[in-house]
């Protein structure tokens, strides 16, 4: 990963060490600083043109940016997964521009970045997760005046996120909402999760890692330090439930991880494997197997991991 | 016709010199007046009066260029609004009172069903029971003679008069103390206009409600209102019992704005 | 004086005179230094000419015109309310336990059935809404309204219908002052003399009326005294 000759100008380097100048990252980190002293408060940020387009995770890999360091060790999901195009180019751009060394194991990670995901594996003090965020309002959807929304985090007025709740138990009798499940923190501010499935809503709690979010083209950061109180909103009568499934991971069999279902055949036949590749992948590796254990996709998913 | 509350009851609302300028274009001037619980005031008018002007600085939503607003308020008594702070105003005006815009589309979430409009404020003033917050909805859509069975469906499938119940249902379900109308039935057509109105004033009678009503037509205050305030040219020039005012005008506006309306 | 003879109203020095600001200013002068004092069990039948300025009186005491001057006093919770000075909500308090008018016309209140109307009055002054349902039957029936108009709004009724459900209105409660302003204008003689009946009745029990009969019948029956409105016309 790293470069197999030393850099020419050390000092010219370092200076747009991780692809932006420093300025730029000492007003994230600012920003960074202030979203973790106030938990699930949206901080702006002066949000800057990345090699990216907005929507490929402007704000996350902003965030990372300013972050990361010679020592760290990074690792990238996409939808759990750490070879998708996206995961991998993002991963491959940090090796390149922060000189940092990969991993797709959750647990040698110092900084992870993820989108639409939190790793099954519980994560550990001492390490970021980094989420990418395309809407860090969770209001929005219901009331489109800026002004408005944030006089009602403002003040704490919260009503309205209930309306989207209501909605749903009125059209489908129950929550339905699956992903970008909005969240109390602290029982003060009332947060987006990014769209991360419900089911990862929990693992938010009282997590001991740092929790950072990052939207590039909202321009706005907000942050969970270690050990934060997270709920998901529900009424008394409706209350919160994460997705569960019928069946088991199909190559290891795992029964409480998130699955994805993937579609086989013409003929419709499809199995459901575990949305968290390098999970699955650990879980085979100490011998659990699932139904379909030995599929070509097996082999698929096995022979990414180094 | 309005069941007037206890007349020695303090007042509600208390207004005194309200004036509001536009830079150097008068809204209205100088207006004072005091409100009981349950009495139901209307504000006429020719256009731009400063009728929309006037309900605008009571309600909270225009800061008026000199003068008070006073409102009885549950946790501070008769209290300047002005001088409360903006969360505090803002619960007042959620809990305490109802805004009937002349446009539903002002006064309805327009993405969001008929029925989550009305059950908002509830879930506004913390009410976390969907179903209790299902059946209180059904009970007003029923009170306000829409039918229950389109409480899923979205605002721009109703009528216009159907969209105005829906508004009223929204403005009164929490109980609101006081509520303003902005031409609650201007953009409807005379018959749709006429039911709605017979609905506004029994629903009124009934939960005792003092109601600010703006409107242009004589008919409509006559039929709400147990007083009027006259307004020209930015300022009240009549003020007094309804019946009165419309059936011996005294000021020379007003006797040109009554006669010119045939039956009323 | 026991509190039973007392006045139930007493009008002092009542003048009214009609500015017309956009008829070049014109000034109709009806009436001035007007007194009249009305006691319980007496109805005051308002006498004169056509134009001579009755209804006028009426209104004027009702709080429906604004006398240019004097008093207008009725007697309301043991205390003389001037309803030339009082609040509208004072006025309103007033009209709903005290002073009962029954005008010439019934204003329709559209869409309200019939039966509803004439229930309002008990309702607004805290009558079990059951038992003002039987009295407004019982009322309705007697003035021999057809059953089948109850539930209907009056807005389609003949003149004499509506004038008889103008009448329930105001005789379902005994109000202490009753103005009538030629309640029996539209009705036939049978129906008139169920209007004279109820006239009657409630004046025996101590109500005190003023009205203004053009029918010379109906008037010799329930006049305890005429009042001369002309007495107090203006001099021209
Ligand atoms: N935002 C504004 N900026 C400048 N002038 C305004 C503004 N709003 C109202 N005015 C002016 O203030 C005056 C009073 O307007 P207002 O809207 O209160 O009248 P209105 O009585 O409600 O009339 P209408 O019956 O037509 O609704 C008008 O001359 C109007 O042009
Ligand atoms: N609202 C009003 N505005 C202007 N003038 C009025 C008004 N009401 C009555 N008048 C005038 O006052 C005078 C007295 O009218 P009023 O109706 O009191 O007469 P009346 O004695 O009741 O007559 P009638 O027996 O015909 O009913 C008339 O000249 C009338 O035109
Ligand atoms: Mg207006
Ligand atoms: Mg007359
Ligand atoms: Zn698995």
Redesign the interface.
Known sequence: MTEASPPANLAERYYNYAYLDEQTKRMIRRAILKALAIPGYQAPFGSREMPVPYGWGTGGIQLTAAIIGPDDVYKCIDQGADDTTNAVSIRKFFAKVADVATTEDTSDATIIQTRHRIPEQSLKAGQVLVFQVPQPEPLRGLEARETETRAMHAYEEYGLQYVSLYENISAYGRIAATAGYPVMIEERYLMSPSPIPKFDNPKMDDNEAILLFGAGREKRIYALPPHTRVRSLDFEDYPFEVQSWEENCALCGAEDSYLDEVVLDDAGNKMFVCSDSHFCGERRKAGHSGPMAGHQLDQTVEGNTP | ????AN?QAEPLLRVQGLSKWYGHVLGCRDVSFEM?PG?VLGVVGESGSGKTTLLKCLSGRLVPSSGQVEFETRRHGLTDIYALS??DR??MQ?EDWGFVHQNPRDGL?M???G??NV???L????Q????E??RSTVEWLERVELDTSR??DKPRNFSGGMQQRIQVARNLIHGPKLVFMDEPTGGLDVSVQ??L??LL??LVRDLGLAVIIVTHDMAVAR?MA??LLVMRRGEVVET?????VL??P???YT??LV?SVLQI | MSSASRPLIIVEGLAKTFVLHNAGGAVIPVFERLHMEVRPGECVVLSGESGVGKSTLMRSIYGNYAPSSGSVRVLHDGDYTDITQASPHAILDVRRRTLGYVSQFLRVIPRVPTLRLVMEPLLDNGVDPDEAEGRARDLLSALRLPERLWALPPATFSGGEQQRVNIARSFIRQYPVMLLDEPTASLDAENRAIVVELIRGALTSGTAMIGIFHDADVRDAVATRLFPVLEFKVAA
């Open positions: 016709m309005n069941a007037v007349i009981r009495e903006e969360p803002r619960r959620r979430r993405r969001v069903s029925g989550a059950a908002e404020p879930m506004n003033m913390g976390r029971h969907y179903g917050m299902r409480i899923d006429a039911r109105l017979d004033r029994e039929l147990d007083r007094g019992l309804t019946d009165q059936d011996d005294q000021h020379a006797q040109l006669s």
